[in-house]
Every structure is written in C-alpha cells, then in structure tokens.
C-alpha cells in the first residue's frame, strides 16, 4: 500500500520560512523609517504578515501531520473547518500588541518559535476540531407545495 506523499517538502518549507523572515525584516524597516518621521501606522496595517506568518505555522503543521484517508460520512458532508479555525484563537491572540512595535516583535516571535506553536498545534488538531465539525444533511427533494385545506365548522348538535 502507497502512503500518500507529503503536502510540501521540507526543503519548500524552509525557503518559504527565510523568505517569510526577510519580507518581515523589509516591511519592519518601511514602518521603521515611517515612526521615525513621526508618522503612525494604522492598526490594520499588520493584520496581512500576521495572516502569512499563521498560514505558514499551518504549512508547518500540515507537513507534519499524517494524513487520514478521505472517507464518505452517512449523514452526509462534513463542513471542512476554515483555516482561521484551525490556527485558533490562541495563534492570533499571540500575534497581537498594544501598538504596532509591539504587535510586530509578536509576530518576530512567533516566527523565531513557530516550532513550539507548531507542537501546539498538533496536539490541537489530534483531539479534533469538534466545534467547527457541523454535518451538513444531504441534499433531498423538497416537497410538493399543496394548497392548505379549508377549515370545517362544527355546529353545535340540536336534536
């Protein structure tokens, strides 16, 4: 038996990682020269390399994992989590800072410990995302509109 062959390379991985850092590096310097002329940096400026650098984290865990044959469900289909899900809440509240020095050395440091978070990960994603595993019904004819029935009056028996 064949066992499939893994997402990405190791090799892959490691140049996207020295790619990530030196982008990290560039984009450090422009909001560098940017505080030094006095000017702010809008919060949402960092929300992109924070997005890339958990994408990568998930590279990271997807090449380590050992991937379970696709298998049909007999309730239907399963709702495949979203990547946002299965980086987690914890991943992101890691990227964040007060102000945009402090929330960029949080992505520098989850980028120089992305083993740790990776690990994390893992152990997450063995117990299974259960809160975000909906299963959808399949899909069935709807039935036939019919005309409602007409209301019958009792009248109260006389006789």
């Known amino acids: ?4 062959p893994a997402p990405i390379s190791q090799h892959k991985l490691a ?15 422009v909001f560098a020269e940017m505080w030094g002329r006095g ?3 809008h919060a949402r400026a960092f929300d992109e390399p924070a997005r890339y650098v958990a994408h990568l984290v998930i ?11 696709r298998c049909a469900h007999r309730h ?16 992101r509240r890691t990227m964040r800072g007060r102000d945009g020095a402090a929330r960029l050395f949080a ?3 989850v980028l120089r410990d992305i083993d740790a978070h990776v690990a994390r990960l893992l152990r997450r994603l063995r117990n299974g995302l259960t809160r975000m595993r ?12 019919c005309a409602p029935a007409f209301p019958r009056v009792a009248f109260a028996d006389t006789s």
Do not use: C, D, Q
């Open 76 to 91: 239907g289909r399963l709702k495949y989590a979203s990547l946002r899900a299965v980086a987690g809440s914890a991943l």
């Open 1 to 4: 038996m064949r066992s499939a």
């Open 39 to 41: 000017e702010g940096a």
């Open 15 to 29: 140049r996207l990682n020295a790619w990530m850092r030196l982008w990290l590096i560039w984009f450090a310097g």
């Open 59 to 69: 590279l990271h865990v997807f090449a380590r994992l050992k991937l379970k044959p």
């Open 107 to 109: 992505i520098f440091a």
């Open 134 to 145: 909906v299963i959808l019904p399949r899909a069935e004819t709807a039935p036939a509109p």
